[in-house]
């Protein structure tokens, strides 16, 4: 007897029927009868009886019935405890992230996941998209996360998402309240944007680029080390800044910046790891995490597609 053919026997007793039994196990009808003829067969006698189309327990089909019962019982039990186990020997997660993935974007993702895998001992890596890169090359970092699609070829690269790039303004810019702000007339401000290597601002250098515009044009006042302090510039000054929404999430939601609401573009969230090393069970595990918690999220927001996500600039308006 094999456990397959028990759980089409049990499934077929407690629907009533083969045809249900068939339907709820996702095979044909015909395999559901061969599955209880091999039961019969091995053990020369009948379980179900056929008269008047219907299929009632004879006196050994009593019996399978009840130790069947258990022996799925015993088995369930078994496939939790192994795959306990297994969760049990993860191992150690070593993630790197760009700035903005790590400080605002994954937090909320790293905590659930961490809840669910207690024993799992995590490790976060901070640092700019080459950093984060060159971690995952030399494996100090066991996976990377990005806010943009790495090209090299070394690397496998997995598109997770994609976020919302808008341009804000503090209350005390000219631009404040106003919605007829366009592409050509962003020159017209002073700006103040993330160091070299934050790849939200290379991808609104790309933006830009498709506008018409040079970089020339743009008078950076000053690059700062991390998004919270291009945050609190703008929101206390009178320059402009490009910025990745949910970094600006808390302070639009306040009033204390406001949004250009015809300057924006995506950009795409993408997990990291190394071209021909396997990954890390816990590796694994927290990609799969994301993979299935954005695609649920994907059902309900835009800017968070697991599927079909954009990897480019949408074209400026």
């Known amino acids: 007897m094999t456990f397959e053919q028990l759980r089409v026997f049990l499934e077929i007793v407690r629907s009533g029927s083969f045809t249900k039994a068939a339907a709820r196990l996702g095979i044909s009808q015909a395999a559901a009868s061969a599955a209880v003829a091999a039961l019969e067969t091995r053990y ?163 933006a830009l680029a498709q506008a018409g515009l040079l970089p020339s044009e743009m008078d950076h006042i000053v690059r700062f080390p991390s998004p919270e302090a291009v945050v609190s510039a703008v929101q206390h000054g009178t320059s402009a800044a490009a910025l990745p929404e949910c970094a600006v999430a808390s302070a639009l939601a306040t009033g204390a910046l406001w949004r250009l609401p015809d300057v924006q573009l995506h950009g795409t969230w993408s997990a990291l790891s190394y071209q021909g090393r396997p990954l890390a069970p816990a590796a694994r595990a927290f990609l799969g995490f994301l993979r299935d918690t954005l695609a649920q999220e994907a059902l309900g927001t835009h800017d968070t597609t697991a599927q079909g996500a954009r990897t480019a600039a949408a074209a400026p308006r």
């Open 44 to 206: 020369k006698t009948h379980f179900l009886d056929r008269k008047n189309r219907q299929d009632q327990l004879t006196p050994a089909g009593h019996i399978l019935l009840e130790e069947g019962e258990k022996l799925q019982a015993g088995f369930e039990a078994f496939r939790s405890r192994l795959a306990q186990l297994d969760q049990e020997h993860l191992g150690p997660l070593r993630l790197a992230a760009s700035q903005t993935a790590l400080r605002y974007w994954l937090p909320p993702l790293i905590e659930t996941f961490a809840r669910q895998h207690p024993q799992i001992e995590l490790s976060l890596h901070e640092g700019s998209t080459t950093q984060v890169a060159n971690a995952v090359a030399i494996g100090a970092a066991d996976l990377g996360v990005l806010e943009q699609e790495w090209g090299e070829s070394d690397f496998v690269v997995e598109r997770l998402g994609t976020y919302r790039l808008v341009v804000v303004v503090g209350t005390r810019h000219p631009w404040s309240g106003r919605a007829d702000i366009e592409w050509k007339d962003l020159p017209q401000s002073d700006w103040v944007s993330q160091q070299h290597g934050a790849a939200h601002h290379e991808l609104f250098t790309q």
